[in-house]
């Protein structure tokens, strides 16, 4: 078995978050292992995956960023099961279900490892 075989058949899992929280200056703190990311509320709803932000199958965003409250914010992060939660936003929407990876992505933390 060739190195390209083993890279394609090695599962991607991430890992879930150890915790959640949000500070006073309306960032959520996502402490993974390891590795703690910090993501401003408008960052992490502007890029919500659910179905009416994001067109199916396509992946193109429908959301207009512009159409975000600058002063977004979390009402309530309910978990989904043990792979993602559920955010409710100030501004009414709350669909959005972020699974870790999805999570993950939007905090940048393993951009910032590649350099
Ligand atoms: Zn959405």
């Known amino acids: 078995m060739g190195l390209l075989d083993q890279i394609s ?5 991430t890992e879930p978050p150890q915790s959640i929280e949000i500070n006073d200056k309306n960032e959520f703190l996502v ?11 408008l960052r992490l709803r502007d ?3 659910c179905a009416s932000c994001i067109e199916e199958g396509t992946g193109r965003k429908i959301l207009d960023t512009a159409t975000i409250p600058a002063d977004i914010r979390a009402l309530e992060v309910k978990p989904v099961g043990s792979y993602a939660v559920q955010i409710s936003w100030s501004d009414g929407h709350g669909s959005g279900i972020y699974s870790w990876e999805t999570l993950r992505r939007i905090s940048g933390v393993d951009e910032q490892e590649k350099g």
């Open 9 to 13: 058949f090695r599962r991607a899992v």
């Open 31 to 41: 402490a993974w292992p390891g590795v703690l990311s910090v993501i401003p509320a």
């Open 47 to 49: 890029a919500c995956p």
